[in-house]
């Protein structure tokens, strides 16, 4: 299974799954004919797309969804809540419902989901899981990590998970407090501290990669998210790949294993 990082950031957030040849989206948010050629930059023909799962509408995450779905006859795969929102505005498409009691098929990948805490209709972090046993998880619009998103990213093989800001540059940013407080509320964003401290709880010894996600332009740098992140990977003995996502890409191509794959070559 490959991942690429289609951009990420708060002007659009955008990853790709490739498996079998199909490719499933996790999140849209750029314009549909921006996401098309990214993927084409990337290789991959937009043709090929079996579906988008959406974490929540806000435009960042879903801009181009319901237009890429309907363009493609791919569904959209998200919370009932998420869903009903979009589909207020958006083009007509089809939908697959996701759920914390669902799991939802499409092509290769078999997509559950697990409830979030952010300032959305029904916002959800992420899980995919292709043959061979290979698991992603993506969690990233979340003010708060509660027990059940712990549960949900035990055991994955590849997380891509929030890096929102830096404590210290946040309060020196130049926001307004009210804004500062939205961002570092149980509504809004975790923090560098906030994805180390949860990685520390979840790592295991199968995490391969790790992609800090939604990095703030002005209240994050990449020295601040790798080095508060790796500080806490590395004192549980990850030896795996940390990948901070850019938000202009598509960048390049991530290899995820499966377990089976990861014991032949241990
Ligand atoms: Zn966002
Ligand atoms: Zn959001």
């Known amino acids: 299974m490959n991942l690429i990082v289609l951009g990420s950031g708060s002007r659009g957030n955008c990853f790709a799954l490739v498996c079998d040849g199909a490719v499933l989206l996790i999140d849209a948010g750029f314009s549909a004919r921006e996401i098309e050629r990214r993927l084409e930059l990337a290789g991959v023909a937009p043709t090929a797309l079996i579906g988008i799962a959406l974490t929540h509408e806000h435009g960042d995450h879903a ?11 791919a569904p959209i795969l998200a919370s009932f809540g998420t869903w009903r929102a979009l589909a207020a505005t958006g083009e ?10 669902t799991t939802t098929v499409a092509g290769p990948f078999t997509v559950n989901a697990c409830p979030t805490s952010h300032d959305a209709a029904e916002p959800i972090a992420l899980g995919v899981t292709m043959p ?33 800001h830096d404590e210290t540059l946040l309060r020196t940013s130049g926001y307004p407090v009210v804004v500062q407080q939205r ?7 975790l923090s560098n501290r906030d994805a ?7 790592h ?3 995490l391969q990669t790790v992609v800090l996600a939604h990095l703030s332009q002005r209240c994050n740098s990449e020295e601040a998210a790798r080095g508060t992140v790796m500080t ?3 004192a549980r003995g990850f030896r795996g790949d940390l990948v901070l996502a850019e938000q202009d890409g598509p960048m390049a191509t991530i290899a995820i294993r499966g377990p089976a794959q990861q014991s032949l070559f241990a």
């Not at 801009?63 to 006859?73: I, M, N, P």
């Not at 007509?92 to 009691?101: E, F, H, I, S, V």
């Not at 003010?143 to 059940?148: F, S, V």
């Open 183 to 189: 961002i570092a509320g149980p509504g809004g964003h």
């Open 232 to 234: 806490s990977l590395s």
């Open 196 to 202: 180390a401290r949860l990685l520390d709880e979840v």
């Open 92 to 101: 007509r498409c089809d939908y697959l419902p996701l759920g914390m009691a």
């Open 132 to 164: 061979g046993g290979v698991s992603l998880g993506a969690a990233y619009d979340l003010g708060r990590p509660t027990q059940a998103v712990r549960w949900f990213l035990r055991d994955r093989h590849c997380l891509i998970l929030e890096a929102n």
């Open 63 to 73: 801009a181009g969804a319901t237009r890429l779905a309907a363009r493609h006859g």
């Open 204 to 206: 295991h010894d199968g």
